[in-house]
């Protein structure tokens, strides 16, 4: 059945980003709202060379530095600023990327996009993308999973409750942020890697204001911090947004519905979580 | 002192099983999908359509379908195609790669559509296109524009005319009337910006302002500014929508500026009236001939489904589209090869946009344009303008 | 160039009404209100629909849309912040973008996406020192700065002003004198709403409204306030200011007289400014030293 494998291919090739991402924002409490900015960075990078090069090693590779270095450019602002700041910083970022994507039509086209990407010699169906993509997931739970039990998850977790006292600890900040930015960087790389190759078209369009937005969704759904609690959220809010397409209601109606209903189902997902979603700090 | 219960461990089945709940509903609507069968030659054809229903471009989406809408309803009321109904599948693509890549694989794979009127937005269509072409279901998209669809595949069609015909056709115009010098502001979008490079290959250096900015921009002041120093015979608004081509005609006339207006066929929008009355009289626009509010095809639509959100030029495209369609289904049926050699053979449609014909690509031919004026609300036909 | 100055007033009163009232709010409840544009929007389309619809007045549309922009604010405070704020300050954040959705959702329902303005028809335009500035966008600019001084009197010269500020200050000091914060709290974010939805409505009479408008209304109140200083209504108002003309500036000169930056840029400057503001000068503009721990 076609069309389930396709839903299990975009929820796959979700899954690395969105659990990188939560080591960030979900785990560190860091708020991060430049993951989409870092795709467009990963996903341009590697189409513009694999189009140019027509090796995918070279892409890869590409794609690797720019992401790093955007990562190190974000983890050093993180350390410079304060939570706020960064927050609205994150998203100044992203929209500057976008800009200079949709008007530097030299290199990427601009607002036409990049059609016919190119695709890896081993993938062309569907399943096979969404075996592919499948495995990249497994590979980026266990991961994370690791990496959540290890010590460098505790400092992170530590340094997210009560920043001070962890330092006090010896717990390095500057160690650990950019340690977790680059882990995020990683993700949007292999989401960037499979993703556009698998539309076979890399427009602008798919990285905007609302596809953040889908992101924060899944973390803050699934029990920001915990592996197992975003990898679920993201398969069911995948899930549940292309089940939309199955109620039959009027089609002008349907657009304002979706809209209206992820947005209680953030309302309901952060009341019932209000107390444990941010650690309380003591004031006074 | 309470302790706090651990994230991960004991606990985690329990979190389950509160969230099984919305997810095993939306398992349950998707693994029934799997149960649609094919086309057998019996019971409604199902159509599909893909467009923006939500998202920025919600209004082509709306127009387009209302279009396909109209021109179905017309079909089943006069007997269907070969006695079966036509039924329309609309998904929405968002103007995006992503929605409508799943819009098509539903499509396709779910509903097994035999044809797909879609997509509407140029990046709708080249995700989709991959994955019609793939199961070798036939798309015409009614309003793509980008130069990249012509190349898109071999069942892959349009009959919205290249911008390549246009601006030949306005070059032409620019000619004729003695217009040396155009100025240009260009929303940067996939549609406007393919026009506006289609244009400077036609006009070259008569292109004296060429200034592109964010879409969505409503403020145009110091580009005003600027353009009062400057020397030149007319203005084109190139915008992606209504909202931003009326308030950059308004923004012009504010500052004084008394230069020609020229657009194209976007610019042919109700809402241009009902926001800038006074700036856009006098506006010019490049457009197909007979697709304004009193011609037929205007009057049945208002009946029917009131005012268009756009131009009543997308309705019409996506209207001939789904005719396009009946008739290729009555002659060959339901086979998608079927109707794509059908189409290629097309040369003589008579829609409501023109008469027109495919190319080897999937292009159009044939189409003509005259030059619409905006005066006291409305726009009024006037000459041809040839292309040549 | 005095074109250019006058544009950028214009664009700078509509920011600066916005980012004033957002900076109240995130002064003193620290709370990110990313359903702003939203709210402005809500202004802007509610006295649309009375002026040009329901057939009332100007002045009556315009009071009837704050009132229901007041409305709207006051429910979304109770709903969306009220349970929140108070455990953790990032909380309605998230919550506040769920309320942007939502609003989102519920405009495209009632106005759909066709392009709306409050007054239709050209603006009878002036000369004033060679540029040129019609008389409809004279009134809003003057008006905002009214607004600002009567702004400016109640915080500063009464005693209803004073509460305001001390709680700005700090929360639980004002509480502990008997100010009775949590009233405050939904006043000033009442207020912030009626800013925004003048803002809206000033939007919808010299440019036009259309739904997806809302992200970029949001994003440049931010760069306003981050700028200008966390909870600084002053100079979150003067960096409103300052990035408008910065805008205009940056299209509209012809820079060392050989090239014109291009106009696609436009936006990233309002961007930039947050970035390079949030670099080397993180606390921004005008920010005052205060003792923390």
Known sequence: MDFIWHIIAITCMTIPHALAYNLVFGKGKILHFGPIGVSLVASYAVVIIAISTGSFIAATLVGLISVVLLSLFLAWLSLRLDQDAFGVMTIAVHLSILAVILNWNGLTRGALGIPGVPRFSFLSSVQSFAIAAAVVSLLFVIALRLIDRSSFGRQLQALAEHEWHAKSLGINRTKVHVIAFLVAGLGALATALLFPQYLAFLHPNDYQYPFLVFFITIIVAGNPGSVYGVLLSTILLTVLKEALRFLPLSSAVMGPVRLILFGIIMLAVVYWRRDTLFPKQRSI | MRTRLPQNGFLFPFKIMKRLLAPLFALGILLSACTTPVDDGTGPIKLGYIGPLTGEAASYGKDTLNGALLAINEINEAGGVNGRMIELIAEDGRCTGTDAASAAQKLVNVDKVVAIIGGQCSGETLAAAPIAESAQVVMISPISSSPDVTAAGDFIFRDYPSDALKTKAMAGYFKKEGIEKVAAITENTDFAVAFRDALKENIGDALVFDEVVEPGTKDYRSLMARLKDMEFDAFFPNGQTPAAMAAMVQQLREQGLTQVAISHDVAQDASMFEIAPDAVEGLLAIGVPAVDRDSDFGTKFLAEHGEAQGALFFAAQAYDAARLFANAMTEVGTEGVAIRDYLYAVSDFEGVVGTFGFDDNGDVTGMSYVLWTASNGAFTQGEAVPVN | ?293
């Open chain 3, 1 to 293: 160039m005095t074109q250019l100055i006058i544009n950028g007033l214009i664009a700078g009163s509509l920011a600066a009404l916005i980012a004033g009232g957002l900076a109240l709010v995130y002064g003193v409840l620290g709370v990110f209100n990313m359903a702003l544009g939203q709210m402005a929007l809500i202004g802007g389309y509610c006295t649309w629909w009375l002026h040009q619809i329901v057939g009332l007045s100007l002045p009556l549309s315009i009071i009837g849309g704050l009132t229901i922009a007041a409305f709207v604010s006051w429910i979304a405070f109770e709903i969306f912040i009220n349970p929140f704020y108070k455990r953790h300050r990032f909380l309605p954040l998230v919550t506040t973008i769920a309320l942007s959705m939502i609003l989102d959702g519920l405009i495209l329902l009632f106005f759909e996406e066709k392009p709306r303005a409050i007054m239709p028809g050209v603006r009878h335009s002036i000369e004033v020192f060679g540029a040129r500035i019609s008389i409809e966008q004279i009134v809003l600019i003057s008006f905002t700065i009214m607004l600002m001084m009567v702004l400016a009197y109640v915080l500063h010269s009464t005693a209803f002003g004073r509460k305001v500020r001390a709680v700005v200050q700090h929360d639980h000091a004002a509480m502990s004198l008997g100010i009775r914060a949590p009233l405050l709290h939904r006043f000033l974010f009442i207020m912030s709403g009626v800013l925004a939805g003048l803002g809206g409505i000033y939007l919808g009479i010299d440019q036009n409204l259309t739904p997806v408008f809302a992200f970029p209304i949001t994003i440049k109140a931010y760069a306003a306030i981050i700028a200008g200083g966390k909870g600084n209504i002053w100079g979150a108002i003067v960096c409103a200011y300052l990035i408008a003309i910065l805008e205009q500036l940056v299209v509209g000169v012809h820079w060392f007289g050989s090239f014109y930056v291009p106009a696609g840029y436009q936006q990233t400057v309002a961007l930039l400014f947050i970035i390079l503001f949030l670099l080397f000068k993180p606390a921004g503009m005008f920010s005052t030293k205060t003792r923390s721990a």
